[in-house]
């Protein structure tokens, strides 16, 4: 399950941007000079309010996600023109050895700060698994309010009115609700376990992934930084002249490299999510063991459709009760 985010082809041609002098453009500094994302009360702050009970937790982090994503989205671009003022600067110098030197630790740089993006694309991979967990939440809670409410309503009646013959039509109706939540809450956990494990997987990969290139890429600017002769001068006396420029294209080079051949060596994630149906329920066990089959009571009184969902609940605890399609819960972003 374990997987590697997305690589783009932009990343891995540090060798060849030798300068990052001739990629400045006129919105490089509207980067550096525009603040972080700013959020503003609007009709997305409403939707949290009206967010089912079940998922309003769920809501709010993937929410605060966005805001974490934007931000390091925002960094990365910051950092990126930091990355071209560092090479301006050492250009105004005209010091040779310093304007090499820093236009080609900026190339490195600004790969550091484009790494933020790659590593912001996996956290919203990440948030998007944890939606369907939310969806999911969403769906289950009219369920649970429904059996509720008629569980208040046969106590309400059994205390005013312990001889009503309502009493019998809310018990049979109670016992469907219970069955519909059955396969309700038995998808909801199904669902919720699995992509649980698939957004983590997809998060602690995009972490590692970042965390190894940015290393990668800062031992290599360590070593231009190592190339820039800082042994004290007399007044009057000439610098030896600058015989790095090789060397300082060759660390380009190696970092490029570094990243082309970089390869996710996590540990896997395990699952047994292909066990699962499409309806969220299990499907057939591996080495030929069928799941029990779900009662089928749709023909059935009231009191044998009781039996029935007993008797399937002794044999089978992990196959809940069957209800209608368009009674399922629904998964979909």
């Keep these: 399950?374990?997987?590697?985010?997305?690589?783009?082809?932009?990343?891995?041609?540090?060798?060849?941007?030798?300068?990052?002098?001739?990629?400045?453009?006129?919105?490089?500094?509207?980067?550096?000079?525009?603040?972080?994302?700013?959020?503003?009360f609007g009709l997305s702050s409403l939707r949290g309010v009206q967010q089912p009970e079940l998922s309003k937790r769920l809501y709010k982090l993937i929410k605060s996600q966005n805001h974490a994503i934007s931000a390091y989205?925002?960094?990365?671009?910051?950092?990126?023109?930091?990355?071209?003022?560092?090479?301006?600067?050492?250009?105004?110098?005209?010091?040779?050895?310093?304007?090499?030197?820093?236009?080609?630790?900026?190339?490195?740089?600004?790969?550091?700060?484009?790494?933020?993006?790659?590593?912001?694309?996996?956290?919203?991979?990440?948030?998007?698994?944890?939606?369907?967990i939310r969806n999911t939440e969403s769906s289950v809670q009219p369920s649970r309010t429904h059996k509720q409410?008629?569980?208040?309503?046969?106590?309400?009646?059994?205390?005013?009115?312990?001889?009503?013959?309502?009493?019998?039509?809310?018990?049979?109706?109670?016992?469907?609700?219970?069955?519909q939540s059955l396969v309700a809450e038995a998808q909801l956990t199904n669902i919720t376990r699995q992509k649980f494990k698939e957004a983590y997987d997809v998060h602690t990969a995009a972490v590692i992934e970042r965390a190894e290139k940015q290393i990668l890429l800062a031992q290599q600017a360590r070593r231009l930084v190592n190339l820039l002769d800082d042994t004290p001068i007399v007044p009057g006396e000439e610098r030896p002249a600058y015989t790095a420029g090789e060397q300082a294209?060759?660390?380009?080079?190696?970092?490029?490299?570094?990243?082309?051949?970089?390869?996710?060596?996590?540990?896997?994630?395990?699952?047994?999510?292909?066990?699962?149906?499409?309806?969220?329920?299990?499907?057939?066990?591996?080495?030929?063991?069928?799941?029990?089959?779900?009662?089928?009571?749709?023909?059935?009184?009231?009191?044998?459709?009781v039996e029935a969902v007993e008797r399937a609940q002794e044999q089978a605890p992990s196959a809940p009760y069957p209800v209608a399609e368009e009674e399922r819960v629904a998964t979909a972003v």
């Design 1 to 40: 399950m374990a997987r590697a985010i997305p690589r783009r082809d932009t990343v891995t041609n540090v060798g060849r941007s030798l300068s990052i002098r001739s990629k400045k453009s006129d919105n490089t500094s509207s980067h550096a000079s525009s603040g972080g994302a700013k959020h503003h």
């Design 73 to 132: 989205d925002q960094a990365g671009k910051e950092s990126a023109a930091i990355a071209s003022q560092l090479s301006d600067w050492g250009e105004s110098t005209e010091d040779e050895s310093l304007s090499d030197i820093s236009d080609k630790l900026g190339v490195l740089l600004a790969e550091i700060a484009e790494q933020e993006d790659l590593f912001a694309q996996g956290l919203e991979e990440s948030r998007g698994v944890l939606k369907q």
């Design 249 to 305: 294209r060759e660390v380009l080079n190696d970092a490029e490299t570094g990243l082309r051949g970089w390869q996710a060596r996590n540990d896997p994630v395990h699952s047994q999510a292909g066990r699962m149906g499409v309806n969220a329920m299990p499907g057939h066990q591996e080495g030929g063991v069928q799941n029990v089959a779900p009662p089928q009571t749709e023909h059935l009184s009231n009191e044998q459709r």
């Design 149 to 179: 409410k008629i569980q208040d309503e046969i106590q309400k009646l059994k205390y005013k009115e312990p001889e009503s013959t309502k009493l019998v039509t809310l018990e049979q109706e109670l016992v469907r609700a219970e069955a």
